[in-house]
């Protein structure tokens, strides 16, 4: 089978992975470490830990000859951590108040998990070598909430919105049925299903969506701009923008990204489009209540961030 690798690259992108930074010293004790999405579990009795790396990695040597390493699980508000060890060579630690671990590994501070290895093999595969690790110690912050990579965005968990209405003695308290949290969620979950699907009219997924309505207004933008605008590591929307690019709707120019006429026109179809779907959404409300509606979210939302 001869793939397109970007096509390989997207189709694997529908498997949602947390994000992890990978540490190890490297052989004259400086500080390496990688973003890697590639980590797994393997065994739990010998407690056993996978990932892949690279083989062009900067980092590839420290790893693949190294005793031991750290997986340092992200956090949903670390996204910079990611972005920072996703870029290659130079010193991804500065500023970074890191804790030494086993094998002198350092350990990221605030993470949600931290599983601390001795390098129990590494094995061939293809362009990555696999490396598995045996773990001689971990912990985990109980609330902490991982960072999520999926359709090479990333994003947040969320917990699945129950089908079922809740239960009488829950709504008897004003609990769930009436619960801000409970209505926000079954609202934005139920909203998002009716609106997404529409792209598809278009043939337009919903990381392209949202790359295109940026560069609505017809100016070319930098990469790494759109990409904090878009949660998207630069490499990723790269390849968002190539797919755009395949279907002659942004021109790539260095690290620019521009619409074209067609382009142009598409975005102007997919606002117009948004914008009465949430017309007839809102259908259900006076005016009057749409603004009451928008005006106290907004109010939420800046007393909450
Ligand atoms: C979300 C995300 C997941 C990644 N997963 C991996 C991975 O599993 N293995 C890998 O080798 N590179 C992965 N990368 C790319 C590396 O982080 C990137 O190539 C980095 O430059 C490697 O650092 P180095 O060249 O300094 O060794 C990932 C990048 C991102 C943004």
Known sequence: MNFDPKDFRRALGKFPTGVTVITTRDKNGERVGVTASSFNTVSIDPALVLWSIDKGAYSLEAFSEGSHFAVNVLRNDQVELSNR????????FAGIDVREGLGRSPLLPDTAAVFECRTWNVYEGGDHFIIV???????????????????????VPEVHPAAKSPTES?????????????LLRQTLTAYREDFYPRLSHFGITTEEWRVL??????????????A??????????????????DKGLIRIDGDRLELTEKGLGVA??????????????????????????????????????
């Open 228 to 245: 904090e605008h878009v949660s998207q590591p630069v490499e990723a929307l790269l390849e968002t923008g190539e797919w755009l690019e």
């Open 170 to 182: 829950l709504q008897a308290r004003g609990f769930l049925g009436d619960y801000l949290l409970y």
């Open 268 to 305: 102007d179809q997919l606002l117009d489009m948004a914008i009465e779907h949430e017309r007839q959404t809102l259908a259900c409300l006076s005016e009057e209540h749409q603004q009451t509606l928008k005006e106290s979210l907004k109010s939420l939302h800046d007393r909450l961030r």
């Open 133 to 155: 690790g045996e773990v001689l110690n971990y912990g985990y912050e109980d609330n902490a909430s991982s960072l999520v990579f999926h359709n090479g965005r990333y994003a």
């Open 85 to 92: 060890f996703a870029r290659r060579g130079e010193d991804k």
């Open 213 to 226: 309505t940026l560069l609505a207004d017809g100016r070319a933008q930098a990469a790494q701009d759109i």
